[in-house]
């Protein structure tokens, strides 16, 4: 079973608003990790926003917000007044367990598209 | 700026060639990760280590591949005998391996083709 699942290949938006893309995760572990990060097509793997299992609020970092709702097991990416440079693919990833040493778990990943 | 570096960026070799791939870890950083990134099977981990000790490397296969940290400033992901399936990116990534708050950080990857 995917441990990690991201519904939508391909999402597109205009420049200034806001998009939301989703992910839900599967776990029976009381402590996990979930973590966001963005793939520009030049490749590189870049960090944007961490939520632990027990933080009491969301996540946010900038313009990234993270709504995380325990009970759905989802952990969507807000991304707000979207710029050109966020056309990439973005990928949500989930670490089971605490202490860092764990590997993190990848969904497909979705593709934003921020229109002019 | 502390970055994780990986050597070569790009690698074209024909099949049955030795490949070796290396990564320095962020100054500091105690566990390092190796991802394989592919069309079909999206990002997968093949190996991460501890303190240089490997601690998992259940998704590599372990006839070809091979992993290793001589020090804790580098590491290597070998594949001997190459084959046109392991053609991908390969990623490594480097955290400080504690507390329920660490990052992983990934280098820019290695973009392998083997005809």
């Known amino acids: 079973a995917q441990k990690i699942t991201q519904t939508q290949p391909g999402m597109f938006v205009q420049e200034k608003e806001a998009v939301t893309l989703d992910c839900t995760y599967d776990?029976?572990?009381?402590?996990?990790?979930l973590f966001w990060y963005k793939q520009p097509s030049s490749g590189e793997m870049i960090f944007l926003i961490y939520?632990?299992?027990?933080?009491?609020q969301n996540a946010t970092e900038g313009r990234y917000s993270l709504n995380f709702q325990k009970a759905r097991k989802s952990a969507n990416l807000v991304i707000s007044a979207s710029q050109l440079g966020d056309s990439a693919m973005y990928f949500c990833a989930m670490r089971e367990g605490m202490g860092g040493s764990e590997k993190l778990v990848f969904g497909k990943g979705t593709k934003l598209t921020v229109n002019p | 700026d502390a970055r994780v570096t990986q050597t070569p960026r790009d690698k074209v070799t024909e099949m049955g060639q030795e490949v070796t791939m290396r990564c320095q870890p962020i100054l500091g950083h105690n566990t390092v990760f190796w991802y394989r990134q592919t069309m079909m099977q999206g990002l997968e981990l093949l190996a991460y280590f501890r303190n240089r000790a490997p601690l998992d490397d259940s998704g590599m296969p372990k006839d070809r591949f091979s992993a290793e940290m001589p020090d804790a400033t580098l590491a290597t992901l070998k594949i001997q005998p190459s084959e046109p399936r392991d053609s991908a990116v390969y990623f490594c990534a480097s955290g400080f391996g504690q507390g329920d708050t660490d990052t992983q950080y990934f280098g820019p990857g290695t973009r392998l083709t083997v005809l």
């Open positions: 939520q632990g299992s027990y933080d009491q």
């Open positions: 776990t029976s572990d009381p402590s996990y990790g």
